[in-house]
């Protein structure tokens, strides 16, 4: 190879990668993809961006002539960013900066979003394309983006744009990277680094442990054959019956001179076929509410806290930093098992004592918050699994967490700021007898505490206030006719002012009154669009199951005459609700149960 054609890699912006420069999309590479997960991701890890960098990671190139490229990966983070200059109307932009390879459709629907030109859905156009445009602008709009703040910081969002060497043989090179169907994770990488750090007698069974854990969907138990799951959890299944990883590899050892343990066990796995059904049948069941990756950040924050080291910081469950985070568990083979047996037992934890969504009966379509631990039981098939209550037979109690966690996930979307996931295995952790309702409590008047929210106004207020006033209402019966039984929290992240800021025959209110707390509820962005600027009144009569997203809002419904005096009086006796809150738990101590059965550490 002649190392003077190997050109160094360079260092882009995302409002610059454009200029100048033409991208083509081969024809091996498939359509584009990217949906409203990933998209909202980017546009939000630009939005949170306020550092002097942000690297979004490499496009990987050929130059096939001056200035034109053939894109060999990072096609469809190119291809969004293309949408979002076009949405932008960035002038480093022109027509024929990016197109793909023998596909008419996607090019012309490529330039005519350039062009500005209405589109609807036709055979004519990618619909993928079309949709990939459509999120983001319904992002900018729905989350009220500055169009000009936004660009400014695209000069500081980079991307490393790496040339391949001449000459090579790009379908080696394509197959190599793409072998796997799919790039190495980063998840996949730590357990490369973890694994090859870890004592050989250890490997098989640390991989194995790892595998286990990652299946996220179903719960820890099911993820191992029957008698490992005995050895593992307890005849009954429902307990975690190690101490440390040691205890694993030697748990059933018979003799000395016989190696016959649960290492050599899970080497051999052998499944039932009925088995295999009944994994089947829960993987469409359940649904973890995060991702194995954020999963692994938030055992790594549990382990830190459990050190007590307390302070939250979202840069712990950042997944731009995800080796960085992880990578003192790979310094030496202690930490690597360490963390592997740590894995483990905060799984089990995590299935036990996390809610999850359940897909099953009458929720089978749309999914139900869920809090269950699993258990074994007998029929004539033999041993099967059966998720029961968390807390036995304790439906109020069970049913009170549940509903306190699914305020926090719909609060805490971004899997950065779940620290309450982390606090909470922690202090399982410690102690599994915790009162983890009243943790919690604790954490979300915190949480409320610090976003000062006795000072704010509009949209000023954090989502955690309104929510958690939702749950607090519901569990002290401040509300006709709902319950924790009947009320499941909805993904609502959108500030509704009950009397509409813009309203169509009666007069504006006064800004204090409008923006205040007692106007104001949280609802879904599609309930806010369709309340529009309609009155108090025909809110209520129009879309009564919209005010029952919210119980704040429900109980501003039953006012027969909105005014600015009934909002008064409302956001006050709201706010003390609050405010008592806030001074009970926050002087609370009692956070522990005696211990009892405490799950052990390495």
């Keep these: ?82 949408l979002l200059l076009t949405y932008l109307q960035e002038n480093t932009l022109s027509a024929n900066s990016l ?77 190599i990277m793409n072998t796997r169907g799919e790039q190495l994770e980063l998840h996949e990488i730590a357990k490369g680094k973890i694994l090859s750090i870890i004592d050989d007698e250890y490997k098989e069974v640390s991989a194995l442990i790892w595998d286990n854990c990652s299946q996220m ?46 290492f050599n066990k899970l080497q051999n796995l052998v499944i039932e076929k009925d088995e295999k059904t009944d ?36 840069s712990s469950l950042d997944d731009k930093k995800f080796i960085k985070t992880l990578e003192k568990h790979w310094e030496n083979s202690e930490n690597a098992k360490n963390f592997i047996f740590n894995l483990l037992k905060y799984k089990f934890l995590f299935d036990k004592y996390i809610i999850k969504r359940e897909f099953a009966r009458d929720y089978k379509e749309e999914g139900k918050w869920s809090l269950q631990r699993l258990e074994k039981y007998k029929d004539e098939k033999g041993d099967k699994p059966n998720y029961k209550l968390t807390y036995n037979d304790e439906e109020t109690k069970t049913g009170q967490l549940r509903m306190l966690q699914s305020a926090l996930r719909v609060t805490y979307t971004s899997p950065k700021t779940m620290h309450w996931i982390a606090k909470t295995l922690t202090e399982l952790g410690k102690n599994e007898h915790i009162d983890l309702i009243e ?34 209402l519901i569990r002290d019966k401040k509300v006709q006719n709902m319950s924790i039984e009947n009320f499941q929290f909805q993904f609502r992240n959108s500030i509704e002012h009950f009397y509409p800021q813009n309203p169509t025959e009666k007069d504006k209110w006064n800004n204090e009154n409008l923006n205040s707390f007692g106007n104001l509820a949280l609802i879904t962005v599609s309930g806010n669009s369709k309340f529009s600027n309609l009155d108090p009144q025909a809110k209520v009569t129009t879309y009564p199951s919209i005010i029952e997203q919210s119980p704040k809002l429900k109980l501003m419904s039953e006012e027969n005459n909105w005014t600015q005096e009934t909002t008064q009086k409302h956001g006050e006796k709201m706010l003390n609700l609050l405010k008592n809150e806030i001074q009970q738990k926050l002087t609370s101590q009692t956070l522990f149960r005696q211990p009892e059965n405490d799950l052990g550490v390495i």
């Design 439 to 472: 943790l919690l409590e604790k954490y979300a008047c915190e949480k409320i505490e610090e976003s000062k929210y006795e000072s704010q106004s509009g949209f000023g207020f954090d989502r955690i206030v309104f929510t958690y006033l939702d749950y607090m």
């Design 217 to 262: 969907d179903s719960y820890i138990q099911m993820n191992f054959d029957k008698s490992n799951r005995a050895k593992i959890f307890g005849d009954n299944w429902d307990s975690f019956c190690l101490n440390s990883i040691e205890k694993i590899k030697n748990e059933n050892k018979k003799s000395e001179n016989e190696k016959f343990s649960l």
């Design 99 to 175: 197109r793909f390879e023998a596909r008419d459709k996607s090019n012309r629907t490529l330039k005519e979003l350039y062009d500005k030109k209405e589109l609807k859905q036709d055979r004519v156009y990618s619909e993928e394309i079309i949709s990939g445009y459509n999120i983001i602008e319904n992002f900018f709009k729905t989350e009220k983006i500055n169009k000009e703040e936004f660009k400014n910081k695209l000069k500081n969002i980079l991307i490393i744009r790496v040339q391949v060497p001449k000459q090579i043989n790009l379908n080696h090179y394509f197959e």
């Design 279 to 314: 994994k089947k049948e829960e993987n469409e069941r359940f649904e973890s509410i995060i991702s194995f990756p954020n999963f692994l950040l938030i055992v790594n924050e549990a382990l830190t806290l459990q050190n007590n080291s307390q302070d939250e910081n979202d």
């Design 1 to 82: 190879m002649n190392y003077s054609e190997v050109k160094q890699p360079e260092e882009l912006n995302v409002k610059n990668i454009f200029e100048n420069s033409q991208y083509i999309i081969p024809i091996y590479q498939r359509n584009y993809a990217w949906e409203k997960g990933e998209i909202e991701q980017l546009l939000n890890d630009i939005c949170d961006f306020s550092g002097n960098k942000h690297y979004l990671g490499n496009l990987i190139v050929d130059e096939i002539e001056s200035n034109v490229f053939s894109v060999i990966d990072g096609q469809q983070r190119l291809t969004t960013l293309f």
